[in-house]
Structures are given as structure tokens and as C-alpha cells.
């Protein structure tokens, strides 16, 4: 499905260290934004993702939507750190308006290396409300919408020990789609031996709870022999690892 990306502008309520549009601050404008969601579909793209630094945070999001509904679009997915969907009224306004997918980071299962990594305090408990919000809302209110909600982890060096338990924190989540993203921002370097032992761990925890599993930004060579990957052409530049 061809996508059409949109980015609403540079405003973040996280601070993550790795993040390289950090200190940045402008909206789009709206006239521009539903010209360019009218184009997309000119364009013949299905699926439309809103994306920024954090989407949440345009005022007119919601309209946005909307306009991508109407418009005709397929799949409206919404690339956000899942912080505003803490607030049930904004989650609720949003999936009604139209979002079908939900694309967030979750860089932990633990609230000391997330809330680290994000450098904001209180934004796993909110990230993780927010999810549970989302998942909550789809079956309750809105069971014909069936919002997907899917992970993305940014491996660091705080966090590559847990990727195991972050695949088994997100089964408990009930998360199908969870990606292990390698930020080239990053200065530090894991060394590829530490990052395939922990890697084959996740991967047979997937297998087990039946998650599928993405690797983002990592070639085949850095994969080695670990696992077979197919390019998924869904979600831009994700290849799955197949269950071992
Ligand atoms: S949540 Fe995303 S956009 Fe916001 S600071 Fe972190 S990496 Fe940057």
C-alpha cells in the first residue's frame, strides 16, 4: 500500500538523547497540510501517516483526520510517543475522527530506563496508559474501528539487556507489531555480538507469544545468519525477522 507522510511540524513533550530535532519549534501550516492530504490521494496513496516530532501536540489534528477520512484514505496512522492518548477524551476524539493505526516508541519495559531515555519523568506510566487506552477504547467503543497499535524500541546500549522482556511486556500489552530500531544519531556502538545474543532472545520470545517482529534501519550483514528477513513494504524500511 503506497503511503503519504505527513509531518505536522517540530514540537515534542519528550527529550530523548538520540533525538536530532531536539530544541526545534514550528507548526506546518493547515491550509498546506490538507493540500497535501488531497494530493496524497491524487497521488494514489491508501495510507496516509501523520507524523512530526509528535503529532499530538498540532491543535487541529483531529480535523486533520477528518480530512484524511473523508478524503478516502485506507489506513490513518498517527506516529506518536502515546502521551496524549493518556487523556481518554483526546483518544476517543481521535479514533472516532479516523485513526486506524497507532505507531509508538516504547524504549523499555521498565519506567527507569524509558522515562531516561525519553528525559521526562512520568512519560512511560503516561505512554503506557495511552496504549492501554487506545486498546481499550478499539474493543469497547469502537470494535468495528480495530485501531492496530504497533512498538518501536530504539536499541541503546541502556536498553539492548531487555529486548527480551520488552517483546514480553508488550504480549502482556497485547501489542501484535513491535520494531527494533537502530538510530544512526546514536554515537554510542553496541557491539554486534552483544546485539545478536540479545536479539535471538527476543526473537524466540516473539515466536512464543506470537508478536511479529521488525528490525528498522539494520542491514543484513549486521543481522548475520541470525535470521531470515523479508522486506515488509507496509511500514517503510521495516524487515521482519521470521520466528526461528
Ligand atoms: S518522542 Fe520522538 S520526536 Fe519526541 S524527542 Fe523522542 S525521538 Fe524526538
Known sequence: MRAKII????RCNNNCFFCFNRGKEFEEDFKKL?????KGRRQGCEQIIFSGQEPTLYGKLEELVI????A???AIQIVSNARMFFYKDFAERIIDAGMTELLAPLHSHQERTHDRTTGVSGSFAQAVGGLLNVREL??????????????????????????ASIVRFCQKLK?????????????????APVFLKHLKEASEAARKAGL?????GYGREELGKLAEIRYED?????KVIKPL
Open 7 to 10: 509531518n505536522l511540524g517540530k
Open 34 to 38: 490538507s493540500g497535501e492530504i488531497s
Open 175 to 191: 501489542i501484535k507489531q513491535l520494531f527494533f530500531i537502530k538510530e544512526n544519531f546514536l554515537k554510542e556502538e553496541i557491539a
Open 138 to 163: 478499539s474493543e469497547s467503543r469502537f470494535p468495528y474501528k480495530g485501531v492496530s497499535v504497533s512498538l518501536g524500541t530504539v536499541v541503546t546500549r541502556e536498553n539492548v539487556e531487555e529486548l
Open 234 to 238: 507496509r511500514i517503510a524500511g521495516g
Open 67 to 70: 480530512l484524511a477520512r473523508n
Open 72 to 74: 478516502g484514505y485506507k
Open 212 to 216: 511479529r517482529l521488525f528490525t528498522s
